[in-house]
């Protein structure tokens, strides 16, 4: 059975003490490729070199997270558009808006989304996007940008039916992660009426761990408690789960 996923963060401190044991134990579960979005330019060498050391697994993104928009915006974005020339990247992400944490530059953070959807739109790269208490901010932006170039994941969907459709209707996918799995996490109250051919699977690894590890450090090999629970809710094998949204992961990435 192979896996794919779609979203986290191998190259960060948190794994630095047991980083190749943890990529192993993920193969060892049939994670077969890792995708890894951008935080900030203080860890594009770190995640060049993990890319280099498992070039069978490990795909970036390129972009500047929402929550590192600071002053220094602009050497930031001229950063991610040096990076494009140079490397292959399969995304750019994870780009968007944060209103969870600091709306403090909330314009910076506009700006900076919207530059950089239309950097995936020259690269003809998806985009991977973070919507934390944002989506109503994120939405009338993607859909000033809406194009027959404009595909993407909203990374973590946790919101309603009713979003889902509209950011299906945008031409996105949505990653799921660990919150499917959580008791009042809310999404498997509608996640099996959407067809599976929208979903793409993630672990946001080292955050939002899945049951029974919430609270702890959360790992790609993880994924397999994600699947277990997208089979009961579509009520179809795991395997048939992994096949497709593997699939789905191929298709938006251009693999």
Same mark, same amino acid.
């Not at 900030?40 to 972009?63: C, F, K, N, V």
């Not at 660990?178 to 599976?196: A, P, Q, S, Y």
């Given at each position: 059975?192979?896996?794919?996923?779609?979203?986290?963060?191998?190259?960060?401190?948190a794994?630095?003490?047991?980083?190749?044991?943890?990529?192993?134990?993920?193969?060892?579960?049939?994670v077969?490729?890792?995708?890894?979005?951008?935080?900030?330019?203080?860890?594009t060498?770190?995640?060049?070199?993990?890319?280099?050391?498992?070039?069978?697994?490990?795909?970036?993104?390129?972009?500047?997270?929402?929550?590192?928009?600071?002053?220094n915006?602009?050497?930031?974005?001229?950063?991610?558009?040096?990076?494009?020339?140079?490397?292959?990247?399969?995304?750019? *992400?994870?780009?968007?808006?944060?209103?969870y944490?600091?709306?403090?530059?909330?314009?910076?953070?506009?700006?900076?989304?919207?530059?950089?959807?239309?950097?995936?739109?020259?690269?003809?790269?998806?985009?991977?996007?973070?919507?934390?208490?944002?989506?109503?901010?994120?939405?009338?932006?993607?859909?000033?940008?809406?194009?027959?170039?404009?595909? *993407?994941?909203?990374?973590?969907?946790?919101?309603?039916?009713?979003?889902?459709?509209?950011?299906?209707?945008?031409?996105?996918?949505? *990653?799921?992660? *660990?919150?499917?799995?959580?008791?009042?996490?809310?999404?498997?109250?509608?996640?099996?009426?959407?067809?599976?051919?929208?979903?793409?699977?993630?672990?946001?690894?080292?955050?939002?761990?899945?049951?029974?590890?919430?609270?702890?450090?959360?790992?790609? &090999?993880?994924?397999?408690?994600?699947?277990?629970?997208?089979s009961?809710?579509?009520?179809?094998?795991?395997?048939?789960?992994? &096949?497709?949204?593997?699939?789905?992961?191929?298709?938006?990435?251009?693999?």
């Amino acid at each position: 059975m192979q896996i794919t996923d779609t979203h986290n963060h191998l190259y960060v401190e948190a794994f630095d003490d047991d980083r190749s044991e943890v990529v192993q134990r993920a193969i060892d579960k049939g994670v077969d490729r890792f995708f890894l979005p951008a935080i900030d330019s203080t860890y594009t060498d770190s995640m060049l070199s993990l890319q280099r050391e498992y070039p069978d697994h490990i795909y970036l993104m390129a972009g500047l997270h929402p929550t590192h928009v600071k002053e220094n915006m602009e050497e930031e974005l001229a950063h991610v558009a040096q990076n494009l020339k140079r490397y292959k990247y399969y995304a750019i *992400g994870e780009i968007g808006i944060d209103l969870y944490w600091d709306d403090t530059f909330i314009k910076k953070q506009r700006l900076a989304f919207k530059r950089q959807i239309q950097m995936a739109k020259e690269y003809e790269l998806p985009i991977v996007i973070h919507s934390r208490d944002s989506f109503d901010e994120i939405i009338p932006i993607l859909q000033e940008e809406e194009d027959e170039k404009l595909r *993407g994941i909203f990374h973590c969907f946790t919101g309603s039916y009713e979003q889902a459709q509209t950011a299906i209707g945008l031409n996105m996918m949505l *990653g799921i992660g *660990g919150v499917v799995t959580f008791k009042n996490g809310g999404l498997d109250k509608f996640l099996g009426r959407i067809d599976l051919k929208h979903i793409v699977l993630e672990t946001d690894a080292p955050y939002l761990a899945p049951t029974p590890y919430r609270g702890k450090r959360n790992e790609p &090999a993880y994924l397999a408690n994600i699947l277990q629970k997208m089979s009961e809710i579509y009520n179809i094998p795991e395997e048939e789960i992994a &096949a497709r949204t593997t699939e789905n992961s191929k298709r938006i990435f251009g693999i």
